[in-house]
Structures are given as structure tokens and as C-alpha cells.
């Protein structure tokens, strides 16, 4: 089994930044596609970036492009979601995924989930 435990989330003006990490116990993460997710009040949960085992392949939601960006370090067993000119629309709970493929992560296809950390970023 593996357990999932993000951090780095808090309050941020907008244009500002932020890294979230997420880190895993119980089992290696190198197996695994990593993502990211969010859930904004009152909205479902979207897809926001994956990455490969190898972390040589990423995807990201059109909404984050250019602005996230998503890594790891296998090593450590933790992957990072850095994000940066943030805007209001992306204040959520942002929740960290494993899967077995970055293609089934985009499609919210997870075999393991974090609880969350909240963003919030103000005007």
C-alpha cells in the first residue's frame, strides 16, 4: 500500500508562487505515473499534471500550461508540482495521485490518492 501526503499549500497573492510536494510512504514511487489534481469549491475534481515513472514525459490541463510545472526525484519518493503566476481561478484543494500510466492519470483512472492541501490565492 502506499500513502500519499502533500504539503507546501497556503494563502498567495495572485501573480505570486508556490511548490506543493507530495510525499510517499509505504512503498517505492518509482513505479508509478505521479499527478496532480484540484478541487475548487463547488466544482468537480480536474486533472492538473502527470509525469512518467522515469519522469521523461509529462502532460498538463490546457488551464496550467506554461505557468506548472511537475517533477520528481525518485529518490527521495516525492514528486512536486511548482506553480507559478498564479491567478485566483486556481485557488483548491490539490490533491496528489498515483497511477500506473500518465494517460490513465489524465483520465482520473488513480490507484492511490493524498488527502489534500489547500491554496488560495487572493486578488
Known amino acids: 500500500q502506499v500513502q500519499l501526503v502533500e504539503s507546501g499549500g497556503g494563502l498567495v497573492q495572485a501573480g505570486g508562487s508556490l511548490r506543493l510536494s507530495c510525499t510517499a510512504s509505504?512503498?517505492?514511487?518509482?513505479?508509478?505515473?505521479m499527478g496532480w489534481f484540484r478541487q475548487a469549491p463547488g466544482k468537480e475534481r480536474e486533472f492538473v499534471a502527470a509525469?512518467?515513472?522515469?519522469?521523461?514525459?509529462?502532460t498538463y490541463a490546457d488551464s496550467v500550461k506554461g505557468r506548472f510545472t511537475i517533477s520528481r526525484t525518485n529518490a527521495k519518493n516525492t514528486v512536486y508540482l511548482q506553480m507559478n503566476s498564479l491567478k485566483t481561478e486556481d485557488t483548491a484543494v490539490y490533491y496528489c495521485?498515483?497511477?500506473?500510466?500518465?494517460?490513465?492519470?489524465?483520465?482520473?483512472?488513480?490507484?492511490?490518492w493524498g488527502q489534500g492541501t489547500q491554496v488560495i490565492v487572493s486578488s
Open positions: 495521485a498515483a497511477g500506473s500510466t500518465t494517460d490513465r492519470l489524465s483520465r482520473s483512472l488513480c490507484d492511490h
Open positions: 509505504g512503498r517505492t514511487l518509482s513505479i508509478y505515473a
Open positions: 509525469i512518467s515513472w522515469s519522469g521523461g514525459s509529462t
